[in-house]
């Protein structure tokens, strides 16, 4: 029987390639930024929310706050209403007697709980939408209260005891209160079922009731 000699043939295979995932971008660096500088990295998240609010402000036929929902507007506007409804804590150092507006946690309470339970309301009735874009949705759409309450504050400044500026103030939140819940109905209604549109958003109309009144109560400049 003749011998018979097998030799092992070393051959280099290369052990890179691309993974295609249908629907997913082709290059990687679209998807990580790892290196990317920091001072970019601000700056595009700084865009994307200011391109939330201007959704909110002038309501298209998009999806984007719902398909990129984060929690960064919600949060800033929570803050700035937290600080400028906080009520003053002078009279009730001196005069054993707090002025009636409402404490920074006690905003921050009323604004992530009313949110938090509209979307338990919503989901309860089968909408088709996650709880952290609903919470996006309607953190985003109190932009316009905000701008409200920024114009009462420069009223306050001005006087507050006169009748004329009151009926300002209040035109002002009565049009905040009508724009946010304007849009976030133009957002949130797709996802509700057909039937039960009416019973998802009243308890959204309360929400921005509340903050609303907390806005045009405010008598401190």
Request: with cysteine.
């Amino acid at each position: 029987m003749a011998d018979v000699e097998f030799h092992d043939e070393i051959v280099d295979v290369p052990l890179e390639g691309d993974i295609d995932v249908p629907g997913a971008a082709k290059s990687d660096d679209e998807l990580s930024t790892l290196d990317e500088p920091v001072k970019e990295t601000i700056l595009r998240d700084v865009k994307a929310v200011g391109n939330k609010f201007a959704h909110v402000l002038i309501p298209k036929q998009s999806r984007v706050l719902l398909k990129e929902w984060d929690l960064w507007g919600p949060l800033v506007l929570c803050t700035f209403l937290a600080i400028m409804l906080q009520g003053s804590t002078d009279d009730l150092n001196m005069m054993g007697e707090n002025d009636g507006g409402p404490q920074f946690a006690e905003v921050f309470v009323i604004y992530w709980l009313g949110a938090s339970v509209v979307t338990l309301n919503i989901k309860l009735l089968g909408g088709n939408i996650s709880f952290f874009q609903s919470v996006c949705v309607l953190g985003y759409c109190v932009c316009p209260l905000g701008i409200a309450l920024i114009v009462c504050r420069v009223l306050l400044a001005v006087s507050s005891d006169s009748l004329g500026l009151f009926l300002a103030r209040f035109i002002s939140v009565v049009a905040g209160f009508a724009w946010s819940t304007f849009a976030s109905t133009a957002f949130l209604a797709d996802s509700q079922p057909a039937g039960r549109k009416i019973l998802a958003m009243y308890p959204l109309f309360l929400f921005y009731f509340v903050i609303s009144w907390l806005i045009i109560s405010h008598t401190h400049s």
